[in-house]
Protein backbone atom coordinates (compact mmCIF):
# COMPACT_ATOMS: atom_id res chain seq x y z
CA UNK A 1 0.00 0.00 0.00
CA UNK A 2 1.53 3.08 -1.08
CA UNK A 3 2.04 5.55 2.17
CA UNK A 4 -0.10 8.36 1.25
CA UNK A 5 -2.12 9.78 -1.32
CA UNK A 6 -5.27 7.69 -3.00
CA UNK A 7 -5.06 4.05 -2.48
CA UNK A 8 -2.35 3.27 -4.89
CA UNK A 9 -2.38 -0.79 -4.02
CA UNK A 10 -0.23 -4.11 -5.17
CA UNK A 11 -1.62 -7.30 -4.83
CA UNK A 12 -0.40 -11.02 -5.54
CA UNK A 13 -3.34 -13.52 -6.69
CA UNK A 14 -2.98 -17.16 -6.70
CA UNK A 15 -2.75 -18.27 -10.04
CA UNK A 16 -3.57 -14.63 -11.83
CA UNK A 17 -0.11 -12.80 -11.14
CA UNK A 18 0.46 -9.15 -9.01
CA UNK A 19 -2.29 -6.48 -9.87
CA UNK A 20 -1.89 -2.67 -8.88
CA UNK A 21 -4.93 -0.57 -8.10
CA UNK A 22 -3.96 2.60 -9.44
CA UNK A 23 -6.66 5.65 -10.14
CA UNK A 24 -9.37 3.23 -9.17
CA UNK A 25 -8.79 1.04 -12.06
CA UNK A 26 -6.75 -2.64 -11.74
CA UNK A 27 -4.37 -3.36 -14.08
CA UNK A 28 -2.06 -6.94 -14.43
CA UNK A 29 1.59 -5.67 -13.70
CA UNK A 30 3.37 -9.83 -13.60
CA UNK A 31 1.85 -13.37 -14.07
CA UNK A 32 2.41 -16.25 -12.26
CA UNK A 33 1.45 -17.24 -8.74
CA UNK A 34 1.24 -13.50 -7.23
CA UNK A 35 3.29 -13.22 -4.30
CA UNK A 36 4.78 -10.51 -1.69
CA UNK A 37 4.29 -6.40 -3.42
CA UNK A 38 6.16 -3.45 -1.81
CA UNK A 39 5.62 0.39 -3.01
CA UNK A 40 8.68 2.62 -1.92
CA UNK A 41 7.47 4.90 0.91
CA UNK A 42 8.78 8.14 -0.79
CA UNK A 43 8.23 7.71 -4.19
CA UNK A 44 5.47 5.56 -5.03
CA UNK A 45 6.74 4.75 -9.13
CA UNK A 46 8.85 2.42 -7.13
CA UNK A 47 7.40 -0.54 -6.92
CA UNK A 48 8.78 -4.16 -6.12
CA UNK A 49 6.28 -7.46 -7.29
CA UNK A 50 6.80 -11.16 -7.40
CA UNK A 51 6.12 -14.22 -8.49
CA UNK A 52 6.66 -18.22 -6.70
CA UNK A 53 9.84 -18.92 -5.13
CA UNK A 54 11.22 -15.56 -4.99
CA UNK A 55 11.01 -14.22 -8.27
CA UNK A 56 11.40 -10.57 -7.19
CA UNK A 57 11.18 -7.93 -9.76
CA UNK A 58 11.49 -3.88 -9.46
CA UNK A 59 9.92 -1.40 -11.49
CA UNK A 60 10.70 2.47 -11.43
CA UNK A 61 8.02 3.37 -13.60
CA UNK A 62 4.85 2.39 -11.65
CA UNK A 63 4.73 -1.25 -13.39
CA UNK A 64 5.62 -0.03 -17.32
CA UNK A 65 8.64 -1.74 -17.07
CA UNK A 66 10.50 -3.70 -14.55
CA UNK A 67 14.00 -6.20 -14.47
CA UNK A 68 14.40 -8.76 -11.65
CA UNK A 69 16.16 -8.44 -8.68
CA UNK A 70 15.93 -12.69 -7.83
CA UNK A 71 18.21 -13.65 -4.12
CA UNK A 72 21.01 -15.92 -4.46
CA UNK A 73 18.79 -18.43 -4.00
CA UNK A 74 15.18 -19.80 -4.54
CA UNK A 75 13.20 -19.41 -1.53
CA UNK A 76 9.54 -20.37 0.05
CA UNK A 77 6.53 -20.67 -2.34
CA UNK A 78 5.65 -17.38 -0.83
CA UNK A 79 9.29 -15.85 -0.06
CA UNK A 80 9.21 -12.84 1.89
CA UNK A 81 10.93 -9.04 1.34
CA UNK A 82 11.03 -6.05 3.10
CA UNK A 83 11.78 -2.45 3.05
CA UNK A 84 14.61 -0.74 5.96
CA UNK A 85 11.87 1.37 7.16
CA UNK A 86 14.85 4.44 7.57
CA UNK A 87 16.19 3.48 4.37
CA UNK A 88 14.36 2.68 1.23
CA UNK A 89 17.01 1.91 -0.55
CA UNK A 90 17.81 -1.36 1.33
CA UNK A 91 15.71 -4.15 1.32
CA UNK A 92 15.41 -7.61 2.53
CA UNK A 93 14.35 -11.18 1.82
CA UNK A 94 14.93 -14.86 3.40
CA UNK A 95 15.43 -18.33 2.19
CA UNK A 96 17.44 -20.77 4.35
CA UNK A 97 19.33 -17.33 5.29
CA UNK A 98 18.07 -13.93 5.37
CA UNK A 99 19.78 -10.98 3.04
CA UNK A 100 20.36 -7.67 2.35
CA UNK A 101 20.15 -5.05 -0.45
CA UNK A 102 21.72 -2.13 -0.12
CA UNK A 103 20.32 -1.10 -3.91
CA UNK A 104 17.11 -1.71 -4.43
CA UNK A 105 18.08 -5.18 -5.08
CA UNK A 106 20.49 -5.40 -7.38
CA UNK A 107 22.61 -6.61 -5.15
CA UNK A 108 22.49 -8.72 -2.05
CA UNK A 109 24.10 -10.22 0.84
CA UNK A 110 23.86 -13.29 3.70
CA UNK A 111 23.88 -11.83 6.85
CA UNK A 112 22.99 -15.10 8.77
CA UNK A 113 23.82 -18.43 8.74
CA UNK A 114 21.42 -21.24 7.30
CA UNK A 115 18.44 -20.35 9.77
CA UNK A 116 15.99 -23.51 10.65
CA UNK A 117 15.05 -26.65 8.60
CA UNK A 118 13.24 -25.00 5.96
CA UNK A 119 12.74 -21.70 3.97
CA UNK A 120 11.78 -18.19 5.47
CA UNK A 121 8.35 -17.81 5.52
CA UNK A 122 7.95 -14.42 7.52
CA UNK A 123 10.52 -11.30 7.86
CA UNK A 124 10.03 -8.35 9.57
CA UNK A 125 12.38 -5.41 10.45
CA UNK A 126 11.63 -3.42 13.02
CA UNK A 127 10.14 -0.06 12.63
CA UNK A 128 12.21 1.86 14.99
CA UNK A 129 15.80 0.37 15.00
CA UNK A 130 16.24 -1.87 11.62
CA UNK A 131 18.88 -3.80 13.60
CA UNK A 132 16.34 -5.58 14.79
CA UNK A 133 15.10 -8.60 12.43
CA UNK A 134 12.78 -11.29 13.39
CA UNK A 135 12.02 -14.42 10.42
CA UNK A 136 10.74 -17.61 10.86
CA UNK A 137 10.13 -21.30 9.25
CA UNK A 138 7.07 -21.71 10.74
CA UNK A 139 8.38 -24.12 13.12
CA UNK A 140 11.14 -22.07 14.80
CA UNK A 141 11.49 -17.81 15.56
CA UNK A 142 15.06 -16.15 14.89
CA UNK A 143 16.06 -12.83 16.25
CA UNK A 144 19.10 -10.55 15.62
CA UNK A 145 19.80 -7.23 17.12
CA UNK A 146 22.61 -6.15 15.63
CA UNK A 147 21.56 -6.59 12.00
CA UNK A 148 23.05 -10.38 11.57
CA UNK A 149 26.06 -10.47 13.01
CA UNK A 150 24.59 -12.23 15.72
CA UNK A 151 21.15 -14.43 15.57
CA UNK A 152 19.43 -16.17 18.59
CA UNK A 153 16.39 -18.77 18.28
CA UNK A 154 13.42 -17.83 20.40
CA UNK A 155 11.96 -20.57 22.97
CA UNK A 156 8.32 -20.10 22.62
CA UNK A 157 7.54 -22.71 24.81
CA UNK A 158 5.03 -24.20 22.16
CA UNK A 159 4.36 -27.83 21.29
CA UNK A 160 6.07 -28.69 18.45
CA UNK A 161 3.04 -29.02 16.13
CA UNK A 162 1.88 -25.66 16.39
CA UNK A 163 2.51 -23.37 13.25
CA UNK A 164 3.92 -19.89 13.28
CA UNK A 165 1.83 -17.91 10.68
CA UNK A 166 3.00 -14.19 11.59
CA UNK A 167 5.19 -11.94 13.23
CA UNK A 168 4.48 -8.04 14.25
CA UNK A 169 6.59 -5.38 16.22
CA UNK A 170 5.94 -2.37 18.10
CA UNK A 171 6.34 0.80 16.07
CA UNK A 172 8.28 2.54 18.78
CA UNK A 173 9.62 -0.21 21.08
CA UNK A 174 11.41 -2.97 19.11
CA UNK A 175 11.35 -5.00 22.19
CA UNK A 176 7.53 -5.68 22.19
CA UNK A 177 6.90 -8.39 19.70
CA UNK A 178 3.77 -10.51 18.85
CA UNK A 179 3.40 -13.79 17.17
CA UNK A 180 0.66 -15.64 15.59
CA UNK A 181 -0.05 -18.99 15.16
CA UNK A 182 -2.37 -21.25 12.53
CA UNK A 183 -4.77 -24.36 13.40
CA UNK A 184 -7.90 -25.04 14.96
CA UNK A 185 -9.73 -26.38 18.21
CA UNK A 186 -7.66 -28.75 20.52
CA UNK A 187 -4.38 -30.81 19.86
CA UNK A 188 -5.39 -34.07 18.67
CA UNK A 189 -5.17 -36.63 21.48
CA UNK A 190 -2.06 -38.78 19.64
CA UNK A 191 0.19 -35.22 20.31
CA UNK A 192 2.09 -35.38 23.49
CA UNK A 193 4.36 -32.58 24.34
CA UNK A 194 7.00 -34.16 27.33
CA UNK A 195 4.87 -37.08 27.38
CA UNK A 196 2.07 -35.54 28.14
CA UNK A 197 -1.19 -35.39 26.21
CA UNK A 198 -1.72 -31.82 25.58
CA UNK A 199 -5.13 -31.16 25.42
CA UNK A 200 -5.59 -27.01 26.59
CA UNK A 201 -6.48 -24.56 23.23
CA UNK A 202 -3.62 -24.18 20.58
CA UNK A 203 -2.41 -20.36 21.07
CA UNK A 204 -3.09 -18.24 18.65
CA UNK A 205 -1.30 -15.23 19.60
CA UNK A 206 1.76 -14.62 21.96
CA UNK A 207 3.05 -11.51 23.37
CA UNK A 208 6.49 -10.88 24.43
CA UNK A 209 7.66 -7.50 26.12
CA UNK A 210 11.34 -8.29 26.56
CA UNK A 211 12.68 -9.29 23.10
CA UNK A 212 11.16 -12.70 23.12
CA UNK A 213 13.12 -13.81 26.56
CA UNK A 214 9.73 -14.65 27.92
CA UNK A 215 6.20 -14.92 26.28
CA UNK A 216 2.20 -14.25 27.52
CA UNK A 217 -0.15 -16.52 25.56
CA UNK A 218 -2.99 -13.85 24.53
CA UNK A 219 -5.42 -15.35 22.81
CA UNK A 220 -7.80 -14.92 25.04
CA UNK A 221 -11.47 -15.16 23.65
CA UNK A 222 -10.56 -15.38 20.26
CA UNK A 223 -11.89 -18.55 17.89
CA UNK A 224 -9.94 -21.80 17.46
CA UNK A 225 -9.31 -20.75 14.37
CA UNK A 226 -5.73 -19.85 12.53
CA UNK A 227 -4.53 -16.46 12.71
CA UNK A 228 -3.11 -15.56 9.74
CA UNK A 229 -1.77 -11.91 9.77
CA UNK A 230 -1.25 -8.96 11.84
CA UNK A 231 -0.40 -5.68 12.08
CA UNK A 232 0.39 -2.83 14.87
CA UNK A 233 -2.03 0.76 14.42
CA UNK A 234 1.07 3.33 14.42
CA UNK A 235 -1.96 5.63 15.67
CA UNK A 236 -3.21 3.48 18.27
CA UNK A 237 -0.56 0.78 19.25
CA UNK A 238 -3.65 -1.48 19.21
CA UNK A 239 -3.00 -4.94 17.42
CA UNK A 240 -5.24 -5.86 14.36
CA UNK A 241 -5.05 -9.92 13.46
CA UNK A 242 -6.91 -11.58 10.78
CA UNK A 243 -8.10 -14.79 11.33
CA UNK A 244 -10.09 -17.15 8.83
CA UNK A 245 -13.56 -15.32 9.96
CA UNK A 246 -12.67 -11.50 9.69
CA UNK A 247 -10.64 -9.27 11.89
CA UNK A 248 -10.33 -9.13 15.52
CA UNK A 249 -8.90 -5.97 17.38
CA UNK A 250 -6.78 -5.45 20.51
CA UNK A 251 -6.85 -1.88 21.77
CA UNK A 252 -4.03 -2.90 24.51
CA UNK A 253 -2.02 -4.97 22.47
CA UNK A 254 -2.80 -7.59 24.91
CA UNK A 255 -5.98 -9.35 24.38
CA UNK A 256 -9.18 -7.38 25.03
CA UNK A 257 -9.92 -8.76 21.51
CA UNK A 258 -13.44 -7.33 19.81
CA UNK A 259 -14.46 -7.79 16.76
CA UNK A 260 -13.47 -5.36 14.36
CA UNK A 261 -15.63 -6.58 10.63
CA UNK A 262 -18.68 -4.69 10.61
CA UNK A 263 -19.87 -4.76 6.63
CA UNK A 264 -16.73 -7.30 5.99
CA UNK A 265 -17.50 -10.33 4.48
CA UNK A 266 -17.04 -13.21 6.98
CA UNK A 267 -13.67 -14.65 4.70
CA UNK A 268 -10.50 -15.75 5.76
CA UNK A 269 -7.96 -12.33 6.34
CA UNK A 270 -4.43 -12.81 4.61
CA UNK A 271 -2.69 -9.72 4.85
CA UNK A 272 -3.41 -6.48 7.16
CA UNK A 273 -1.56 -3.20 6.48
CA UNK A 274 -1.83 0.23 7.75
CA UNK A 275 -1.63 3.55 4.95
CA UNK A 276 1.07 5.72 7.26
CA UNK A 277 -0.15 8.29 6.97
CA UNK A 278 -3.90 8.57 6.48
CA UNK A 279 -4.33 5.53 8.55
CA UNK A 280 -6.41 3.40 6.53
CA UNK A 281 -6.61 0.28 7.41
CA UNK A 282 -6.68 -2.34 4.40
CA UNK A 283 -7.53 -5.70 4.29
CA UNK A 284 -6.00 -8.63 1.78
CA UNK A 285 -8.84 -11.72 1.75
CA UNK A 286 -8.93 -14.94 -0.36
CA UNK A 287 -11.52 -15.00 -2.41
CA UNK A 288 -13.48 -11.64 -2.03
CA UNK A 289 -10.52 -9.08 -2.60
CA UNK A 290 -9.33 -5.92 -1.06
CA UNK A 291 -11.04 -4.41 1.76
Known sequence: VASSGPPRVLAGLQDNGSNMLDGGTWSAINGGDGAECMIDPGNSDIIYFSSQFGNFKRSENGGRSSHSIRPPERGAWLMPIRMDPANPSTIYSAGSMVYVSSDRGDNWTSISPVLGSGDMTVLRIAQSDSNVILTTDGLQLFKTADGGANWETLDLGLAPDTYITHMAIHPTNPRHIWVSFGGYGRWNSKFAWNGVPYLTERPKVYFSSNGGAAWTDISGQLPSIPVNTMVVDPFTNGLYIGTDMGIFYSASGNGDWQRYDNGLPNVIITEL?????????????????IW
Open 273 to 289: EVQANTGLLIAATYGRG
